[in-house]
Structures are given as C-alpha cells and as structure tokens.
C-alpha cells in the first residue's frame, strides 16, 4: 500500500500529509510512528491548533 492510499484510507489529507514530512525531517527522523497517518488524526483530533 503506498502513502497516499494509507492516507487516504486514514482520512488524512496526502498532500497535506506529505508536506508536513517534508517541513519537520528532525521530528520524523526521532519519532516515526508519532507522525503515522492514523496518529495524526487522532493527534488532529485532539489538538487541532497544534501543526
């Protein structure tokens, strides 16, 4: 499954999700799984001012 297809299938927005990995490569890099499709949203979620 691509990227794009676990974004979508997680109801994140891909471009938007892709453009968020690209802006924080440090914070990707130290916590992977915090920035997983399904973590976002349910980050999202729970603190939607939050980047």
Request: glycine content about 0%.
């Amino acid at each position: 499954m691509s990227l794009i297809s676990t974004a979508e299938l997680h109801q994140v927005a891909p471009f938007d999700y892709l453009v968020a990995l690209q802006r924080h490569p440090a914070a990707v890099a130290l916590a992977s799984p915090a920035w997983m499709p399904s973590t976002r949203r349910r980050d999202a979620a729970l603190h939607p001012n939050r980047p």
